[in-house]
C-alpha cells in the first residue's frame, strides 16, 4: 500500500518525508496507455504532488504541478488535494529532454483567498534536481530529494518513491551537516540497492536508513490515485456554458461529449439530457 511516513530528524531541525507511490504511478500508467518517456515524468511528478499535498496544512488545501517541456514537446499537469488524493495526466510525448522548460506549482492553502503561485526554470531532467530547485528558488526552503520511478521490461511500476529531506528555519549548522551526511547515505545504499530492487517498501527505508536520527513522531499518510470529476460536476460546466450554445453543439455533432484528462473518461450528453439539465 502506498505511503507517506513523516516526522523530524536532528532535534527537530529538519523534515524528512519517506514516500512510497508505486501503485498510485502503476494506475496513471493502466489510465493512460503514454509514452515510456511521459509515463516515467508523470510518475515522477505525481510523486512530487503527493509529497507537496502531505504537507497542506487545511483540509481545503489543494496543489497542482505542472511541467511544461521546451518547444511544444508536451507538458504533464498533475493535482493533489488534502485527502492526499492524487491524480495527473500527459499531453503530448514529452519525448526530449526537459532541461529548459518550466515547472508551475499552484498551492491552495485553504485559509487565503488568492493561491500561491511559482514557478521555476528547469534545469535538469531528473525529477529530485526539479523538485529541490522549485523549492530553492519559490519558496526558499533547502531541499534534499531523491525520488526515482522504476519500471520493468513491461511497462510496469515496479517502485516510485523516495525521500525528501527539508531544512526547517534556523536549523543549526550542526543539523544541516548531519542531514546532508544522512541523506548521503541513504542515496549510496539507494544506490547499490536500486539494482537489486530491494527498496519498495518506504517502511523498510525509514528502518533501514533514517530509525536512528529520528527525532519525532512518524505520521503515516495513505496517497491515492483518485480523480474527483463527477456527473455532477461536469453538469454544473456545462449549465455554465448555456443552453442554446450546448443545442448548437448537439445539432452540429448529434452529442456533447465533455473529456476527463485526468481519468480519461467521457462524459455524453444528448439533446434530451441537455435539455434535463436546464
Ligand atoms: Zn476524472
Given at each position: 500500500m502506498d505511503k507517506i511516513l513523516r516526522t523530524l530528524m536532528c532535534d527537530g531541525q529538519v523534515s524528512l518525508a519517506v514516500i512510497e507511490t508505486t501503485e498510485l504511478v502503476q494506475k496513471a500508467v493502466e489510465i493512460h496507455k503514454t509514452s515510456p518517456a511521459a509515463c516515467n515524468i508523470l510518475g515522477g511528478l505525481l510523486t512530487c504532488g503527493a509529497y507537496i499535498a502531505s504537507s497542506l496544512?487545511?483540509?481545503r488545501g489543494s496543489v497542482s504541478l505542472t511541467v511544461k517541456a521546451k518547444e511544444g514537446d508536451g507538458a504533464v499537469s498533475v493535482s493533489a488535494d488534502a485527502d492526499l488524493h492524487v491524480r495527473g495526466y500527459a499531453d503530448?510525448?514529452?519525448?526530449?529532454?526537459?532541461?529548459g522548460g518550466t515547472l508551475t506549482v499552484v498551492r491552495e492553502?485553504?485559509?487565503?483567498a488568492r493561491p500561491f503561485v511559482g514557478t521555476c526554470e528547469i534545469l535538469s531532467d531528473d525529477i529530485s534536481d526539479i523538485l529541490e530547485t522549485y523549492f530553492g528558488q519559490s519558496e526558499q526552503i533547502p531541499t534534499a530529494a531523491a525520488i526515482e520511478v522504476e519500471f520493468d521490461e513491461?511497462?510496469?511500476?515496479v517502485w516510485a518513491g523516495g525521500v525528501v529531506m527539508q531544512l526547517l528555519p534556523d536549523a543549526s549548522e550542526m543539523s544541516i551537516w548531519e542531514a546532508t551526511d544522512i541523506f548521503d547515505q541513504y542515496e549510496e545504499r539507494d544506490h547499490i540497492a536500486g539494482r537489486h530492487i530491494l527498496y519498495t517498501d518506504a517502511q523498510v527505508i525509514l528502518e533501514d536508513v533514517f530509525r536512528p536520527y529520528v527525532s519525532g513522531e512518524v505520521t503515516t499518510l495513505f496517497p491515492e490515485y483518485k480523480c474527483n470529476c463527477s456527473e455532477e460536476k461536469i453538469r454544473g460546466v456545462l449549465a455554465s456554458v448555456g443552453k442554446a450554445e450546448l443545442l448548437k453543439i448537439c445539432e452540429e455533432l448529434g452529442e456533447v461529449k465533455v473529456h476527463c484528462h485526468y481519468c480519461n473518461k467521457d462524459y455524453v450528453y444528448e439533446r434530451k439530457r441537455i435539455e434535463e439539465i436546464f
Open positions: 496544512k487545511s483540509t503530448g510525448a514529452c519525448s526530449h529532454t526537459l532541461k492553502d485553504g485559509f487565503s513491461d511497462g510496469k511500476c
